[in-house]
């Protein structure tokens, strides 16, 4: 996943109320595969679903310290999400196809920011969620560290809102390093969408990014419940 830093692409967007069905791939990977593992092994549950803005552009911002935090996130907010991913899985028989039918989107090895933070644009303007992780890359304690303003950016372009996601002890579950996952409980907790941001500068993105931090770290303190 690369992360979206550039602050300096002065393009609008003008972004739809249209949100994009789930394709029949897509909800055969939800209820065949993301489903079961994250329900069944992993004995997964959401809270928070009632704040999820259903239509309409959605930036959603979480915390990343799992490969297991795409799918989740992807299949467990009610609608689809879409995240960035390397070009070259897009030319994997049968991955490419998958990935593509669940909403991924392929960003070039080497793209310039800008040209990654265009694309997601498109996808925001045609109605589809993004999945954006805050800290770019995965973390070791499954916390925001060292957040980047690519999610800030993305919504003062499109004017969308800004949904702050808490993926609980999935670096537990597959974190950096291990091979096989550990069962334990992950959770979900998804907070109070906020609005974007009202302008582009540096001061502006990076105060929402910190608010970000701030409400992803608050719901990860509140723990895990019980199933």
């Given amino acids: 996943m690369s992360p979206l830093v550039s602050t ?26 993301v489903f ?20 309409g552009p959605l930036v959603v911002v979480a915390n990343h310290g799992s490969h297991l935090d795409p799918p989740l996130l992807g299949h467990a907010l009610g609608r689809p999400v879409a995240f960035m991913a390397k070009a070259e899985l ?20 080497g793209a310039s920011d800008r040209e990654a933070v265009r694309t997601a644009t498109a996808r925001l ?6 999945g954006v992780f805050l800290d770019g890359t995965r973390q070791t304690d499954g916390r925001v560290n060292q957040p980047r303003p690519g999610a800030a950016l993305l919504a003062a372009r499109s ?3 800004l949904l702050p996601v808490a993926i609980i002890n999935s670096h537990r579950a597959l974190g950096a390093g291990r091979s096989w996952p550990r069962l334990v409980p992950v959770e979900l907790r998804i907070g109070e969408p906020i609005p974007a941001p009202t302008g582009r500068r540096k001061p502006e993105l990076e105060a929402t990014t910190r608010e970000l931090q701030r ?13």
């Fill in 8 to 33: 300096t692409d002065d393009s609008s967007a003008v972004v739809t109320s249209i949100t994009p069905k789930p394709s029949l791939i897509y909800q055969l990977v939800s209820y065949l595969l």
């Fill in 36 to 55: 079961p593992v994250f329900r069944g092994l992993l004995k997964g549950r959401t809270s928070g679903n009632a704040l999820v803005p259903l239509q």
């Fill in 90 to 109: 897009f030319r994997i028989p049968i991955l490419g196809a998958l990935i593509r039918a669940c909403g991924a989107y392929p960003v070039k090895r």
């Fill in 125 to 130: 303007e045609e109605g589809w969620a993004i």
């Fill in 159 to 161: 004017g969308a809102p």
């Fill in 215 to 227: 409400r992803i770290n608050a719901l990860i303190d509140q723990g895990v419940g019980k199933p």
